[in-house]
């Protein structure tokens, strides 16, 4: 038997195109498509996500989308182990594996491996709690500013999760050299101009679709903490309803944190050399 083609990954920053080129590759070449995204997995979270719709997946099989609600959470770990199972039976049914999405913790953990084994540490958080956002990116930054670069500066969770990892571990060690998988790599990305124009045009159809009804929606369900973990567009919007911040401030403030997480995006792709 031939050995099987290597799994395509396609990345790309937000509102680039991936999940539409994924389908079109999926088509010509006989695959299904994993998604990679760690919002994407919750029911609900659909307008804020840019969750691909029914009609755009054009019958092709998607893995990953809307398999837990809202309130639960779903780690890395899970999303290696649910990948390895379905890269597995999609070769089983001789269809190639396309992974596509923009999170690219679950990229490097399915390819390279998980970080060390780091049990919580709630001493550590508690003392952790005492400081601002801000000021616990800044603690990342001095300790493991490879790690600083890649994650949203307004992910509370995730620093301190990266803070207990340091204070186990040194740093977060760097990933294997090789990836587990054969891969072939495909980026999309328009360009910086074209990208910002589609970002702010994506953003402005949120909006008009109903992004605020939907985040005041799980808002209600999940309550302000979890909400701030499922993304920016929650968050901010959040931020929105809780009048932290006014309705002319709403769309700048989505625009400018949006284009920085693009900016971040980028960061990880020239690291990864694809």
């Known amino acids: 038997m031939p050995d099987p083609l290597p799994i395509l990954c396609i990345i790309g920053p937000t509102a680039s195109g991936k999940s539409a080129r994924a389908v079109e590759r999926a088509l010509t070449e006989g695959g299904e498509v994993i998604s990679v995204d760690s919002r994407q997995v919750y029911r609900t979270l659909d307008i804020g996500t840019e969750k691909i719709s029914v009609e755009e997946m054009q019958d092709v099989p998607h893995h990953l989308i809307d398999i837990r609600e809202p309130e639960d959470m779903y780690s890395a770990g899970e999303f290696v182990a649910d990948a390895e199972r379905l890269i597995e039976d999609i070769r089983a049914r001789g269809k190639r594996p396309i992974l596509a999405g923009g ?61 207990e990892i340091v204070n186990a571990h040194g740093t977060v060690p760097e990933r294997a050299q090789e990836a587990r998988y054969d891969v072939e790599w495909e980026v999309v990305d328009p360009g910086r101009d074209a990208l910002k124009e589609r970002l702010v045009a994506r953003l402005r159809s949120a909006l008009d679709r109903g992004l605020i009804e939907e985040v005041r929606q799980v808002r209600e369900r999940v309550g302000d903490a979890r909400l701030e973990e499922l993304g920016l567009e929650y968050r901010i919007v959040g931020a929105y309803l809780k009048g932290e911040i006014n309705e002319e401030e709403l769309f700048p403030t989505l625009v400018s944190k949006l284009s920085q997480y693009v900016r971040r995006q980028r960061a990880w792709m020239r690291k990864l050399g694809a």
């Open 103 to 163: 999170t690219h913790f679950y990229f490097d953990a399915l390819l390279y491996g998980l970080p060390p084994d780091t049990p919580p540490n709630m001493v550590l958080r508690e003392d952790l709690e005492a400081f601002t956002t801000a000021q616990l990116l800044e603690k990342l930054e001095v300790e493991d500013p490879a790690r600083a670069r890649v994650l949203d500066p307004d992910n509370r969770r995730r620093i301190i999760r990266a803070l």
